[in-house]
């Protein structure tokens, strides 16, 4: 190969097949993380409301971590079989066992704390695993065949 010669294509292959997204962020890239959440999650099945309530509650996790986790985190957004997750993570002082284990809605005319339980409610599943050196939230929905012909 000389100078001239044109470079050879090369492939890159994803660590996961399945991998959508894998982006870290702040509070400047929360609104396009949030279009680009919106697009992937339409490609792999998802529309209408269904899409609109994953797609709010990816955006409550990514808002905490910026506002409660250190002012940054990550997200990874796949697909596995029939269901798409989204893993959201921050490098923060953690929540608490008593904030976690709190359920009920909030007040209405709260002002904040709305985050972890929209994220829950508008998802199929959530878990959470916290310390005091961060918190990592996974939420999870459904994706089947039928939705993933809608949203083609």
């Known amino acids: 190969m000389t100078n001239a010669d ?5 492939t890159v292959v994803p660590i996961e097949s399945s991998l959508l ?6 509070q400047a890239q ?5 279009h680009s959440v919106t697009s992937c999650a339409h490609a792999a099945g998802l529309g209408g409301q269904r ?5 709010l509650a990816v955006n409550e996790l990514i808002t905490n971590a910026v506002r409660h986790g250190g002012g940054q985190g990550s997200l990874r957004l796949w697909r596995r079989s029939d269901e798409l997750v989204c893993e959201v993570a ?9 904030r976690l284990g709190d ?6 005319d709260t002002a904040g704390g709305w985050g972890l339980w929209l994220a829950r409610e508008l998802s199929d599943a959530m878990e959470v695993e916290t310390s005091a050196a961060g918190t990592t939230v996974r939420i999870s929905t ?6 993933r012909a809608r949203a083609e």
């Open 6 to 10: 044109p470079p050879t294509p090369r």
């Open 21 to 26: 997204i894998a982006e870290a962020f702040d």
């Open 30 to 34: 929360v609104t396009e993380l949030r």
């Open 51 to 55: 899409l609109d309530d994953f797609v």
């Open 90 to 98: 921050d490098h923060g002082r953690g929540i608490s066992a008593q």
């Open 103 to 108: 359920r009920s809605r909030p007040a209405a």
């Open 142 to 147: 459904a994706v089947t065949a039928e939705r």
